[in-house]
């Protein structure tokens, strides 16, 4: 973004600011000072720490304003401050009004899983005709979702947002700041079910994502999914559906995958085979909505091919990577639910290898009350025929452990505390040879990122 501080002050409707202000260009916004560049607007916010007493490695990291919360004591030295009530509240009112300002067409994206890989899918393909920009990594929440909204630069045609939600209210807050022209849903499954306890209410939170869209909005979802596809009966906007069943608009055929990629032929043109370097049949799905969403602007179907063949994913999402050892490693660390776990469990199952399968599963986090019955259901996802060695890891995890008593060897069936991710480690490097195939999955708070580094570390 680039605006004169003195815009920002009006924005924020704050009167009487000093001429001097005009002459203040600001051309970025940051509410970490490790991470602020020079012209920046400092937004300090409260996490564990209070980020206002951060305001002085800000100034020297090359800001040029800051926010400032009314209830600090005094204002900062050698730096203008724009004095507000909240600085995260003052945080989305600037974004709302920077987006009034861009006007580009926003396309939203949410749903239990799938949604970073979506976003960047559909942006890749997008970005083949207008200028667009994307979510970062995760930033789809409360601040995310501002700040992404501020990294547009003034010809961004298309923002494609990522949304993310684990409470109810939460997507019909960040709909209404982004108010979409396109608002997707890519499925819905268990993330963050702690907090609605059924799948019905996390559809409820889901459709949410519609409350902002605009009068002439589209709202574009998985079909195959009966609790979208009675909810969506409630949305007056346009709907276009994607998925597997040729009940709709946009479905796939002829899935053909290996350890690398997976292609597919759609219903829209027959001549056209998609290729995207992924493996599993719900990236599938995925490219699914990005291709409904490039119809929507009109991208030719060749572009999108051309554009899913190569697109830049966010790392740990499916994401093949070499071991140390010559091993192939599958790293899906980023997030970890059932439906997850158990679709790439299928797709580890079915990928050729000349060694042994290994599947790394850490515990899948926020699923309350079910989290037993939950982790042990995944026993059936698990066959030693198919997957020789389960490793596993975290408190829930114990019950999965107890679950496949009897399926698979003592030998090949292990347990780690969380607290034991140097112990696994050592143990998977001794046993893992260059022929093997190991996939890690868990929930972020396990951090078995840590255990992929120490696996592919030169
Ligand atoms: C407020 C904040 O910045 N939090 C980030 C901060 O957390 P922490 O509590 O550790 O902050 P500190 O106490 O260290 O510092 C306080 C503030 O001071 C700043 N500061 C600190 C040191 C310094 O030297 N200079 C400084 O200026 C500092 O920046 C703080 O502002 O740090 C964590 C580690 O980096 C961050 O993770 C934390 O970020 C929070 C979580 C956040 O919300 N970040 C957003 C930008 C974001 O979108 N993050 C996404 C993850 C979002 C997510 O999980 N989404 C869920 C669904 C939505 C759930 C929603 N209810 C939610 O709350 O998230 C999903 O399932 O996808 C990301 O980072 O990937
Ligand atoms: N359509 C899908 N259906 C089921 N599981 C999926 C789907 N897409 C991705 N996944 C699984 O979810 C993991 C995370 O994918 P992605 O980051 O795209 O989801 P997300 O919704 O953005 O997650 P988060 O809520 O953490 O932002 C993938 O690595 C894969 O294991
Ligand atoms: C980290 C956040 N995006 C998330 O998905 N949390 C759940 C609990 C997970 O990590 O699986």
Do not use: C
């Not at 079910?370 to 066959?383: C, F, I, P, R, Y």
């Not at 034991?420 to 195939?437: F, P």
């Amino acid at each position: 973004m680039k605006m004169q501080l003195s815009e920002i002050a009006r924005a924020l409707e704050i009167q009487d600011v000093p001429d001097a202000w005009n002459d203040i260009e600001v051309n970025n916004v940051h509410f970490d000072s490790r991470k602020l560049l020079p012209g920046s607007l400092f937004v300090p916010l409260k996490g564990e720490r209070d980020g206002h007493t951060f305001i002085k490695n800000a100034v020297d990291a090359g800001a040029v304003a800051t926010l400032w919360s009314k209830d600090q004591a005094e204002l900062p030295d050698g730096i203008p401050a724009l004095v507000v009530d909240d600085p995260l509240q003052a945080l989305q009112t600037l974004a709302h009004y920077y987006l009034d300002k861009i006007n580009p067409k926003v396309v939203a994206i949410t749903g239990s899983n799938g949604k970073t890989t979506t976003k960047d899918m559909t942006a890749a393909i997008l970005a083949s005709q207008f200028n667009v920009v994307k979510t970062e990594a995760n930033f789809n929440n409360e601040i995310g979702v501002p700040m992404t909204i501020l990294g547009m630069n003034s010809n961004t045609e298309i923002l494609v947002v990522e949304l993310g939600m684990d409470r109810p209210g939460q997507l019909d807050f960040l709909s209404k700041i982004v108010q979409p022209d396109t608002a997707v849903i890519t499925m819905i499954g268990e993330a963050h079910i702690e907090f609605f306890k059924t799948r019905d209410r996390i559809a409820d939170a889901k459709m949410e994502i519609t409350h902002g869209l605009k009068e002439d909005g589209v709202f574009i979802y998985n079909g195959d999914e009966p609790l979208l596809t009675e909810r969506a009966k409630e949305v007056e906007a346009d709907q276009f559906t994607f998925g597997m069943q040729s009940s709709n608009q946009l479905y796939a055929s002829n899935i053909e995958g290996n350890d690398v990629e997976t292609s597919f032929s759609i219903n829209l043109d027959a001549d056209k085979r998609f290729e995207i370097p992924m493996i599993g049949q719900y990236n599938v799905t995925n490219a699914l909505a990005a291709i409904a969403v490039s119809q929507n602007y009109h991208i030719k179907l060749d572009d999108a091919v051309k554009a899913l063949k190569h697109f830049d994913l966010t790392k740990n999402r499916t994401e093949w990577l070499d071991g140390r050892k010559g091993e192939r490693i599958l790293s899906d660390v980023y997030n970890s639910n059932p439906t997850a776990v158990k679709l790439v469990l299928a797709s580890l199952a079915k990928t050729e290898t000349k060694g042994r399968r290994i599947a790394v599963l850490g515990d899948m986090l926020e699923l309350g009350e079910q989290a037993q019955s939950m982790h042990e259901g995944l026993k059936d996802s698990l066959d030693p025929n198919e997957i020789e060695e389960v490793f596993l890891v975290g408190q829930e995890m114990n019950n999965l452990y107890k679950a496949l008593d009897g399926k698979y060897d003592e030998s090949h069936l292990h347990y780690y505390q969380a607290s034991e991710l140097n112990h696994l480690s050592s143990d998977l490097e001794n046993l893992i040879t260059a022929d093997d195939i190991v996939l890690l999955k868990a929930s972020h708070g396990i951090h078995l990122e840590t255990v992929v580094n120490e696996l592919t570390k030169n």
